[in-house]
């Protein structure tokens, strides 16, 4: 029954709040570290554990495997036994295996620590958005607090680099994973004084087939782009999405059936919901890709160590921040499609001055639209994350928050995939060793950026220049073309948001879907579970 009676104002967070959201900032920043901190330890760890080249690709990817996997399960699992417990839980999880990390003396051992430390990671993202959303329920403050968290989840991307070139310059490779345990010491000291508990009393049980099929699904999709990144149209890859898809199939029909579904799949019905998660898929995959040719193109093309191309990024995760910040004032005054749509169009701009950067004195215009682009991914990344949590109500706002970061890890990985083979196969097509060049080192150099690297170390100086000038050429010829790609993606990300959010307006812009449009969606839930019922005792009649 609904009421004409106006609604009473939502309490105001007071100064526990904000000192809970700072303490729920320390995880979510660890997080993002934890995901580009490896790459500059690698040439460290391969002298100390001498992994084989397959083990290598699972020391780095299995952490982001497990995470992706696990998201919807802890997701829904802290809407069941509580938010904060399963976060205190997880840091515990996460302290101790990255403990077992820094000091594995084998590389199987280091692949089964981070395995572990992936699946305790994936209790922290979730259980972090899901608690602000209970914290903070005045929709001003609620888009302040996600833009704050959604400030920390960038920077720490960025910083990754420049973080762990500093611990490597002073300590051996396992330094880079005792990163997270002050951070969950601290946050276990703390949380109980600060963190409220809240669980769905009616949530049900998990259903443990659910549970795999989603484990399944999720997997087998991940391996399979990564693999295609990697390799190429192989058969593995192709099949595994296939299997993957099939399974994820199978996992939503399940759904349907279960009165406690591991995912409600009626929160696709809010169409805040959707059009956030669909621009936001759409939106990480133009930023995957071209993020993985800028990084090439600052260290391969212009020769920087890992750690400076981390510092040159500093200038962009900066923007990005300051981006999320001012992103819910604009959301206040403006439409929510229109701030979110003028967002990505202003990426947009920045992609296609990649199209236009060169090898000898593109440094400058990739820097500048590096920085362009993550001023439209930061403002995104805090309005449309609070659109999908806010979206939700406030019993499966753990689910809402693992789907945004599946969203978001799925846009990322067919990114990589597809516009890495994009940029691959313009490298290849128009990389044209010099005239005189061995055949070996000819071979290597049509093969990738890379092994035209290591083919030129074995050659005479000029021979060597000559070889590099061609490969970097080459080289820019990919990121010239992703950067249309890139751009042409994200104009589509903002035609979705300038037409299915053209009428949203949030108070305050925390994606909140207002009260009037909540109350018409679930009358008409509640008439279509009505509906149901109805043509149920009709079948069970006849």
Known sequence: MSSNAPEAPARKAGSREWLGLA?????TLLISLDQSVLYLALPHLAEGLRPTGTQTLWIMDIYGFLIAGFLITMGTLGDRIGRRKLLMTGAVAVGLTSVAAAYSTSAEGLIATRALLGVAAATLMPSTLALISNMFQDPHQKGRAIAVWASCFMGGTALGPVVGGTLLEYFWWGSVFLLGVPVMVLLLAVAPFVLPEYKDPNAGRIDLASVLLSLVS?????????????????????????????????????????????????LFRVATFTAALLILMVSMLGTGGGYLFITGFLQMVEGMSPMEAGLWMVPAAAASVLAAQVAPVLAKRFQLGTVIGASLLIGMTGYAMLAFVDPVAGLPLLLAGFVIIFIGVGTFGALGTGMVVGSAPPERAGSAAALSSISGDLGTALGIATLGSLGTAVYRGSVEPPAGTPADAA???????????????????????????????????????????????????ATIALTMLRKRRTAGG?????????????????????????????????
């Not at 303490?23 to 995880?27: E, G, T």
């Not at 991940?222 to 693999?227: A, D, H, M, R, S």
């Not at 030129?456 to 000029?462: F, I, K, T, W």
Request: hydrophobic residues 45%.
């Open 23 to 27: 303490v729920l900032a320390l995880p």
């Open 218 to 266: 999720i997997l087998s999709v991940i391996f399979g782009l990564k693999e295609l990144a990697r390799y190429g149209f192989k058969a593995l890859p192709l099949a595994a999405i296939v299997v993957g898809v099939a399974v994820g199939w199978v996992f939503v029909k399940r759904q349907g059936r279960l009165e406690h579904p591991l995912l409600d799949l009626r």
């Open 443 to 493: 071979n290597a150099a049509g093969v990738s950026m890379e092994e035209a690297l290591n083919a030129a170390r074995a050659l005479p100086g000029d021979a060597a220049d000559s070889l590099l000038t061609a490969a970097e050429d080459a080289y820019t010829n990919g990121l010239n073309t992703i950067g249309v790609a890139c751009a042409v993606i994200t104009a589509v990300s």
């Open 510 to 542: 925390s994606g909140d879907v207002p009260p009037q449009e909540q109350e018409q969606e679930q009358q008409q839930e509640q008439q279509q579970q009505e509906q149901r019922q109805e043509q149920q005792e009709k079948e069970a009649v006849n």
